[in-house]
């Protein structure tokens, strides 16, 4: 197996799905965490690079959904590769993934916004019923109404759970200033897919020692594994 | 091999990374055409829809990327598909593809904008050592570096389409505030550009294609 290293920031953000597909498939890699030091150090030694990165045996690689295919073909569940093999079931995956990554574009814009109120204001409207994002989660709630398995695609989990899981819980973080924590609370399909990928065992297990604060809603709401 | 419809509009763009691979791998397929005034009505009737789509088999799929890089799978050029099945290859592809899609992305956002802003943004960004040249740049020296001369690897892959098709809008002279000749200075991108185009099968696709926006992409 190669030697695999993850380079991003603490926070849930796109490095998330790629730590999570590691995590769950058992594969071993070093998780290297940057604080605002270590950013600031490598910032301009890696610009225009930006994070997440993988090193592939020393090699370094950008681009988070490549970066999360790539892992996702190497880590299985249950026997089962998180991405599929089968071209049309792979363009299913891809499909959704790239639907579902598009969710935090609206976003990025408001990190900029200095004055707490005006992103606040921002990201109120992008919330609201009708807005982008909630535009973006009622769509996606839709596609997981197709699903008698509960799983987004192909009644097994796949590299598009672990986006849609991941993406949903940072919007629920609460650690987005003007974002409740019950944003989607009115999207059923993707409370319930939630509650599914939380508490695949792997799943809680990888999430169960994590400290840092917006993690706490990735956690099963069961009791957790010891 | 599926039935496969690729609809879009009769511009290159979004849907010509797929409709190259295909026709690379001499795979059949209805080229379907939307005129732009015929979208307005059908946009009304199945939105959240956006073109291209892809039918296969009569189920209808999204998203430009994750159509061509399906194309990509079934379409082979000298026995190798153009999406490698080795997973650290296909990470290469991957990453260089969507690399492109990021860096073009400024000049998406620049039609919405009124003429001399949008001239003068546009210049700016393709100005050497602006945000799409440096990029660009960045790619004529990983094609420096290759030995096969495709971008990825020893042979056609989606990465090369990506990259020729990219080079070839800002080639076009469409946009204005865009010179036709803003690449001219990279070597190893015009070279790579003449290797594709020349390829019979990429050759052959454009033979019958007409107007200012295909005619870049003609050897």
């Known amino acids: 197996m190669q030697q695999l290293k993850v380079t991003y920031f603490a926070f849930p953000g796109r490095a998330e799905p790629i730590r999570l597909a590691l995590g769950v498939g058992g594969i071993d890699f070093e998780d290297c965490v940057l604080g605002p030091e270590a950013w600031e150090e490598m910032k301009p030694k890696v610009s225009p690079l930006q994070l997440p990165l993988l090193n592939v045996d020393g090699k370094t690689v950008s681009q988070s959904i490549a970066i999360n295919r790539y892992v996702c073909k190497l880590a299985k569940v249950d026997g089962n590769p998180l991405y599929p093999q089968d071209p049309f079931e792979a363009l299913l995956v891809d499909e959704l993934v790239d639907k579902v990554s598009d969710g935090l574009d609206p976003l990025v814009p408001t990190w900029d916004i200095e004055d707490a109120k005006e992103r606040e204001a921002k990201r109120a409207e992008l919330m609201v019923k009708g807005g982008p994002i909630e535009k973006w989660a009622a769509h996606i709630d839709g596609e997981l109404a197709k699903s008698t398995s509960g799983f987004a695609l192909l009644d097994q989990l796949t590299m598009a759970d672990l986006y849609i899981f991941t993406y949903v819980c940072f919007f629920r973080s609460g650690k987005l200033d003007g974002i409740p924590q019950d944003s989607f609370d009115h999207l059923s399909h993707l409370c319930l897919h939630r509650e599914k990928i939380a508490d695949i065992p792997q799943v809680k297990v990888y999430y169960n020692d994590k400290t840092f604060p917006a993690y706490a809603c990735f956690k099963s709401s069961q009791a957790s594994l010891h | ?219």
Not at chain 2, 91 to 116: H, W
Request: aromatic share 8%.
């Open chain 2, 1 to 219: 091999m599926p039935q496969l419809k690729l609809i879009y509009f009769p511009i290159p763009v979004r849907a010509e990374p797929a409709r190259l691979a295909l026709a690379v791998g001499g795979i059949q397929f209805e080229d379907s055409t939307v005129q732009f005034q015929d979208w307005g009505e059908m946009k009304a009737r199945v939105d959240p829809l956006q073109l291209p789509l892809l039918e296969v088999d009569g189920k209808t799929v999204s998203q430009s990327m994750a159509i061509a890089r399906y194309a990509c799978r079934l379409a082979k050029l000298g026995g190798k598909p153009l999406y490698p099945e080795d997973p650290y290859q296909a990470l290469l592809v991957d990453e260089l593809v969507d690399k492109v899609g990021d860096f073009m992305a400024p000049i998406g956002a620049t039609f919405m904008l009124e003429q001399k802003e949008k001239e003068a943004k546009r210049a700016e960004i393709v100005a050497k050592g602006g945000a799409v040249e440096k990029w660009v740049a960045n790619i004529d020296s990983v094609l420096a570096e290759s030995k096969s001369g495709f971008a990825v690897g020893d042979s056609l892959t989606m990465a090369d389409l990506v990259v020729f098709l990219c080079v070839n809008g800002l080639r076009s002279g469409t946009m204005d505030g865009i010179p036709k000749d803003c690449l001219d200075h990279l070597a190893h991108i015009e070279k790579h550009r003449v290797t594709i185009a020349n390829i019979p099968q990429v050759q052959n696709y454009y033979k019958d294609k007409e107007g200012p926006l295909y005619a870049p992409f003609k050897a």
